[in-house]
């Protein structure tokens, strides 16, 4: 590991107060976002017809499962072929709209009624399938250790680790993200996600990790 070993582990306060900031987030997220919502789901509906939301099993806090909400980007079955494989940067199975909104993140925002609900948080490790889940364990034995947080919208991995990086390279940033885990650090997250999005140079972020305070103690 290259940060310095804290337990990876998120307080019950900090947990409390860390469900109460996603709790008023995503409720007021998702009354301002309506209109973006809406337009999404007609535009779906007017050029790739099929389903609009894509439903699908992942892991969150303490390995639980949970359904995950998304807009949906590929074929209707695009996994009848492929099989149970990862998404790629650029996958032949996304439609033309469904490339757009994977490009900015669009189609994840379903997921703040995950947020809302419970099973998933702002900010955390990204949610993985049970298929590949077993597989990570059984490679590296810190992989368990992830789901001592909640899962996330968005996290270090996903704003400093390329698409395609290998789950190690994104096991770190999980691990350094829980042992770090502070309410400031979760906000500079955030504001950072925001930023990185809206990037016509997104590279610049990758590989860096300059974003938490290594001598945070919460």
């Given at each position: ?6 337990p ?21 997220f ?13 535009l ?41 494989t990862?998404?790629?940067?650029d ?10 909104l ?7 925002l ?6 809302l ?22 490679e ?29 390279t994104k ?5 350094y ?5 502070s309410?400031f ?19 610049q ?9 290594e001598?945070?103690t919460?």
């Amino acid at each position: 590991m290259f940060f310095n070993l804290k337990p990876y582990y998120i307080s019950r306060l900090n947990r409390f107060i860390k469900r109460c900031f996603d709790f008023l987030f995503a409720l007021c997220f998702i009354i301002i976002s309506f209109p973006l919502f809406f337009l999404i789901i007609l535009l779906i509906k007017l050029f790739d017809k099929g389903p609009i939301f894509y439903l699908q099993e992942r892991i969150t806090l303490n390995e639980k499962k949970f359904v995950i909400f998304k807009f949906r980007t590929m074929h209707v079955n695009a996994e009848k072929e492929t099989g149970v494989t990862l998404s790629k940067q650029d996958d032949p199975r996304l439609t033309k709209l469904g490339r757009f909104l994977r490009k900015y993140r669009l189609d994840e925002l379903p997921q703040i009624f995950n947020v809302l609900i419970g099973n998933m948080s702002l900010v955390g490790p990204r949610p993985e399938r049970p298929y590949f889940v077993e597989q990570y364990k059984k490679e590296n034995g810190y992989y368990k250790y992830r789901f001592n947080a909640k899962a996330g919208i968005t996290g270090l991995a996903q704003i400093f680790a390329k698409y395609d990086s290998s789950f190690q390279t994104k096991l770190d940033y999980d691990l350094y993200y829980i042992s770090n885990y502070s309410f400031f650090n979760d906000l500079k997250i955030i504001f950072k996600t925001i930023i990185f999005l809206f990037s016509p140079n997104k590279q610049q972020y990758r590989g860096r990790i300059e974003l938490l305070n290594e001598n945070n103690t919460d």
